[in-house]
């Protein structure tokens, strides 16, 4: 399963989730669905991020909170050397879903968003799926966001 990141919009899609097979990307290194957990971790290394995503991240401002909708740091998440200070994306949520970043909704990263971690990311191309075009157009053409 693929674990993709792609934009329309300024709306930031996230799917880590493949419907027909009922499974989660294994690039999610947390179990989301434990008790206190408030989203999703997922190493960027695995991850297909298309240069609108990338951009659109980009435009992510930090917060003064410890936890943001939106979140990129470097992680220790195993005690293999490879993963010293592996890139991270997090979100608030489950495997699947839609942030809208338009003006006045920016600040939604943590106060240690590091939006150089997308520097090294090659992007990739990834058709954006239809009924994530149909939700954003929706909401933009009931004014839910410009």
């Known amino acids: 399963m ?13 799917n880590f989730y493949d419907h027909e097979k009922d499974e ?22 695995q991850v297909e991020f298309t240069q609108e995503a990338i951009d659109l991240l980009k435009t992510v401002e930090s917060s003064k909170d410890a936890i943001g909708g939106l979140m ?25 879903g839609m942030f809208i970043l338009d003006e006045g909704s920016l600040d939604v990263g943590h106060k240690d968003y590091d939006a150089s971690l997308l520097d090294s990311i090659t ?17 933009l053409a009931a004014g839910d966001y410009s």
């Open 72 to 96: 990129l740091f470097k992680s220790n998440h195993t005690d293999k050397e490879e993963d010293q200070d592996a890139p991270t994306f997090a979100w608030m949520g489950p495997p699947r």
């Open 2 to 14: 693929t674990a993709q990141v792609f934009a329309y919009k300024n709306a930031l899609g996230i």
């Open 123 to 139: 992007p990739t191309d990834i058709t954006v799926p239809p009924e994530f075009i149909t939700v954003v157009e929706e909401a």
């Open 24 to 45: 989660v990307s294994p690039a999610i290194i947390n179990n989301w669905q434990e008790p206190g957990q408030l989203g999703c971790v997922a190493d960027m290394r």
